[in-house]
């Protein structure tokens, strides 16, 4: 990934992405009813967001005590 802005398109446009963060997998997509989610490990946990046409909403969430969005730059992209 080059750039938040591509990140934050590819939840724009609903992409899933499987990411890892600190060497955990993260999933982010929709559940079986489109509900905008995040799991981890494999539906080791897993978080409903309110919206799903907000991918700010996703970028906000924290993940070992920072935003998405602030790292970023450590994210490792496992498939999009």
Not at 31 to 58: C, T
Not at 66 to 78: L, P, S, T
């Amino acid at each position: 990934m080059t750039s938040l802005e591509e990140l934050r398109f590819a939840l724009d446009v609903h992409m899933e992405v499987q990411i890892k963060i600190n060497g955990v997998e993260w999933y982010i997509g929709s559940d079986d009813k489109g509900n905008s989610i995040i799991s981890k490990d494999n539906g080791d946990f897993e978080h409903q967001f309110k919206s799903n046409d907000d991918p700010d909403e996703i970028l906000d969430y924290v993940i070992d005590g920072k935003k998405i969005r602030d790292q970023w730059r450590e994210i490792k992209i496992v498939a999009m």
